[in-house]
Antibody, heavy 120, light 107 residues
Framework: EVQLVESGGDFIQPGESLRLSCAAS????????MSWVRQAPGKGLEWVSA????????YYADSVKGRFTISRDNDNNTVFLQLNSLRVDDTAVYYC?????????????WGQGTRVTVSS | EIVLTQSPGTLSLSPGERATLSCRAS???????LAWYQHKPGQAPRLLMY???RRATGIPDRFSGSGSGTDFTLTITRLEPEDFAVYYC?????????FGGGTKVEI
């Protein structure tokens, strides 16, 4: 059974940094792209970033490009999202999700999310 | 960036009725890389459809997806009580993915 468990969310001040982790199990981790999606309070889902199975190809939404960095450790089945220069509008629940696997990077399985609150 | 516009914003229906949700893209979605998700408060989103019309594993056949190019539809025949939720479409060209704003299906 696929399991994705996010951690690292916190209450943090604007301008600070945070690293989110997503521990994966139940599948061959390096075979699948992984993504981060967020949901701000009262808003819809927003795609944030994705990374290929090898880790060589990261992609970002314009809203986070230059501030966030996605990476993965295929030896330890974990994907990370480094959040720098955080802003109040980065406040959200951050979900990690696994590529579905049948063509394209749709999001087949999701974690329960970790909450990031940015406030002074 | 492909902008996805979902309509209506809210759909008020009763159990047993049919729901038709629309997702319109600002430009052609390549390879029909369009997915639909169901999201309930406090839960992880759940994949319903991918490739515009392919049902994900374990999804009941009352859910169906259709469309191509810029116009896509999710249909739920005979709404069950557990189907009341928010539904999102998602185009997943890997380099710049986007979600629609969501449609809330409420009683």
């Amino acid at each position: 059974e696929v399991q994705l468990v996010e951690s690292g969310g916190d209450f943090i001040q604007p301008g600070e940094s945070l690293r989110l982790s997503c521990a994966a199990s139940g599948f061959t981790f390096s075979d699948f792209a992984m993504s981060w999606v967020r949901q701000a309070p009262g808003k819809g889902l927003e795609w944030v970033s994705a990374i290929s199975g090898s880790g060589m190809s990261p992609y970002y939404a314009d809203s986070v490009k230059g501030r966030f960095t996605i990476s993965r450790d295929n030896d330890n089945n974990t994907v990370f999202l480094q959040l720098n220069s955080l802003r109040v509008d980065d406040t959200a629940v951050y979900y990690c999700a696994k590529e579905g696997g049948a063509g394209g990077w749709y999001l087949g399985q999701w974690g329960q999310g970790t909450r990031v609150t940015v406030s002074s | 960036e492909i902008v996805l516009t979902q309509s209506p914003g809210t759909l008020s229906l009763s159990p047993g009725e049919r729901a038709t949700l629309s997702c319109r893209a600002s430009q052609t979605v390549g390879s029909n890389y369009l997915a639909w998700y169901q999201h309930k408060p406090g839960q992880a989103p759940r994949l319903l459809m991918y490739g515009a019309s392919r049902r994900a594993t374990g999804i009941p056949d009352r859910f169906s997806g259709s469309g191509s190019g810029t116009d896509f539809t999710l249909t739920i025949t005979r709404l069950e009580p557990e189907d009341f939720a928010v539904y999102y479409c998602h185009q997943y060209d890997k380099s710049l993915q986007t979600f629609g704003g969501g449609t809330k299906v409420e009683i």
